[in-house]
């Protein structure tokens, strides 16, 4: 199944494209941590406790959403 990681920042939402094939929501939900963790490492700071990466399979249900931003305190951790 083809999944799409959109990036939701308030008012802001960048679609994804191309998507990925996966065999599963579980798939899906690992690949979206590793983006997060990207999307954290490359713009430091840019993301704020409303920005989400939501997940999407192909018919355009939303499978579930991921804050994108760490909470206050766990950048140590």
């Not at 990036?7 to 599963?24: H, M, R, T």
């Not at 490359?42 to 018919?59: D, N, R």
Request: proline share 6%; no cysteine.
């Amino acid at each position: 199944m083809r999944y799409y990681f959109n990036v939701i920042d308030g008012q802001v939402e960048i679609s994804d494209p191309e998507g990925a094939d996966l065999p599963d929501a579980q798939a899906a939900q690992k690949e979206a941590f590793a983006l997060a963790s990207e999307l954290r490492a490359e713009f430091p700071g840019q993301f704020q406790h409303h920005s989400v990466l939501e997940v999407t399979s192909e018919a355009g249900h939303r499978i579930f959403a991921l804050p994108i931003a760490m909470p206050s305190g766990a950048e140590g951790k």
